[in-house]
């Protein structure tokens, strides 16, 4: 069922790649970071390519960064971590959970439409009202903008999500989207 309501545009800014063992990134997170999300990139075994594994909310996004994580110990070679912070407003009105909004509806774009193999629950179903999420890349040490290529080939630049019955479409600035038509998705 959709939330009636306006159409929920958010930006997050990514910072990476960040490597290395976790307590290392959770001192990073700990930081420079409060709440926020996290990517994860790398190869489980047997695969041969780095590729999106598992995206996370963190409030506080360092509180998620250990080997205890029930994903990310999964992605044993060349994991590197991305930690996202929302840089959009977020919606208005009344809190009806503990979780923003926009980190959660972000999580669950990204989930969902890139079809994460370690997301368990948030690829099963669909968000709940019209979002969109526009991904931009940043260098984790000096915050200067990173070059026009994007971390991984498969992370697109834009997911939009207008609604129930209405076709959804990941974009990749370049020409390049896919578009996913209602019901299948």
Not at 146 to 160: G, Y
């Amino acid at each position: 069922m959709m939330v009636a309501g306006k159409h929920l545009m958010i930006a997050v800014n990514w910072f990476g790649p960040l490597s290395g063992d976790l307590c290392a990134i959770r001192t990073i997170a700990r930081d420079d970071f409060t709440d926020g999300l996290y990517m994860c990139v790398g190869m489980r075994p047997y695969q041969r390519k780095a590729s999106l594994q598992y995206v996370g909310i963190g409030n506080p996004l360092h509180a998620r960064m250990h080997d205890g994580h029930h994903a990310l110990p999964h992605v044993t070679r060349e994991r590197k971590i991305w930690l996202g912070e929302i840089a959009t407003a977020e919606p208005s009105g009344k809190k009806m959970k503990v979780t923003k909004a926009s980190l959660d509806y972000a999580e669950w774009l990204h989930a969902y439409f890139l079809q994460l193999p370690l997301n368990d629950k948030k690829r099963s179903g669909l968000p709940t009202r019209s979002v969109t999420v526009l991904n931009r890349w940043w260098r984790a040490s000096n915050y200067d903008r990173i070059r026009s290529n994007r971390p991984v080939p498969e992370w697109p630049d834009l997911i939009d999500f207008p609604g129930h019955g209405l076709p959804a479409r990941t974009v990749w600035f370049g020409g390049r989207q896919r578009i996913f038509t209602s019901p299948d998705y």
